[in-house]
Nanobody, 126 residues
């Protein structure tokens, strides 16, 4: 089993920045990809960004490209999401996700991931 614990959410004004963290514990040795998703009220959970655990390749949703940066610290089993130039439409609960199966080329679907964190609220005021 794997446990994911997110932190770093909060309230910020439009144009501001926040940094989310997600620490993984447990049977993390088979991690292939970690990602961030978000879910706004009344909407489906959507892909934000992901990173390959080996090699560090990164992938972003078009809506956050150029504003958000995903990174990882393999030694700490932690993934980060630096969010800059935040907009009110970024308001959502942000979830960390981990894929324990081998990477097969897909990374933006919820079914690509095996474990999920509890979520952290990000609110951007206008």
């Amino acid at each position: 089993q794997v446990e994911l614990v997110e932190s770093g959410g909060g309230l910020v004004q439009a144009g501001g920045s926040l940094r989310l963290s997600c620490a993984a514990s447990g049977r993390t040795f088979s991690t292939s990809v970690m990602g961030w998703f978000r879910q706004a009220p009344g909407k489906e959970r959507e892909f934000v960004a992901s990173i390959r655990w080996s090699g560090g390749s990164t992938y972003y949703a078009d809506s956050v490209k150029g504003r958000f940066i995903i990174s990882r610290d393999n030694a700490k089993n932690t993934v980060y999401l630096q969010m800059n130039s935040l907009k009110p439409e970024d308001t959502a609960v942000y979830y960390c996700a981990l894929r324990a199966r081998p990477y097969i080329g897909t990374y933006s679907r919820t079914l690509d991931y095996d474990y999920w964190g509890q979520g952290t609220q990000v609110t951007v005021s206008s």
